[in-house]
T-cell receptor
Framework: DAGVIQSPRHEVTEMGQEVTLRCKPISGHNSLFWYRQTMMRGLELLIYFNNNVPIDDSGMPEDRFSAKMPNASFSTLKIQPSEPRDSAVYFC????????????FGQGTRLTVV | SQQGEEDPQALSIQEGENATMNCSYK?????LQWYRQNSGRGLVHLILIRSNEREKHSGRLRVTLDTSKKSSSLLITASRAADTASYFC?????????????FGQGTTLQVKP
């Protein structure tokens, strides 16, 4: 397996534009997580899915953020409209939904909103 | 909110020395995990210690867990320049089995050759 695949690796966009980040989890994993990493706030859990169903989105900062998982092999995180303070590295991770299991991270998407 | 808090925030040592990082957490857990992140890369899992375990080894890594103090430590022995990275502890939430992990702020380790 190629691991968790995220795209794009880098995204530069203007304030007010819509941004869509994509993630392909490891085949067979049924939990998927979106994290955001900044110097100020560290690694924050935004939302996680179990069997394609959003379980906890309490970490999503605002209504401008939305996430979907239409099937077991694909998830998106959308920001609309984007703002400069959304600039961060966004990570997707997947794991098996069992106790005592590790998470596998993608390489991240570095988002810059100017 | 942060579940894990790490100490120190930054650590600089010479190659060959040991590096010790500490992590404290707040709630009951099923397990505690340590991850490594090289600059500009994703996190990579290093080791998992279950709540009923007190110590675990993997190569040059040694992890301890004290559930009474809600704390853990990661020891890297005989450090190498290639160990330069940020190290994060992460905890799940007992009795949940969703695999949800909350990460600490991390310790940045620099190993000087």
């Amino acid at each position: 397996d190629a691991g968790v695949i995220q795209s794009p690796r880098h995204e530069v966009t203007e304030m007010g534009q819509e941004v869509t980040l994509r993630c392909k989890p490891i085949s067979g994993h049924n939990s998927l997580f979106w994290y955001r990493q900044t110097m100020m706030r560290g690694l924050e859990l935004l939302i996680y899915f179990n069997n394609n169903v959003p379980i906890d989105d309490s970490g999503m900062p605002e209504d401008r953020f939305s996430a979907k998982m239409p099937n077991a092999s694909f998830s998106t995180l959308k920001i609309q409209p984007s703002e400069p303070r959304d600039s961060a590295v966004y990570f997707c991770a997947s794991s098996l939904t069992t106790v005592n299991t590790e998470a596998f991270f993608g390489q991240g998407t570095r988002l810059t909103v100017v | 909110s942060q579940q894990g808090e790490e100490d120190p925030q930054a650590l600089s040592i010479q190659e060959g020395e040991n590096a010790t990082m500490n992590c404290s957490y707040k709630t009951s857990i099923n397990n505690l995990q340590w991850y490594r992140q090289n600059s500009g890369r994703g996190l990579v899992h290093l080791i998992l210690i279950r709540s009923n375990e007190r110590e675990k080894h993997s190569g040059r890594l040694r992890v301890t867990l004290d559930t009474s103090k809600k704390s853990s430590s990661l020891l890297i022995t005989a450090s190498r320049a290639a160990d330069t990275a940020s190290y994060f502890c992460a905890t799940d939430e007992y009795p949940s089995n969703t695999g949800k992990l909350i990460f600490g702020q991390g310790t940045t380790l620099q190993v000087k050759p």
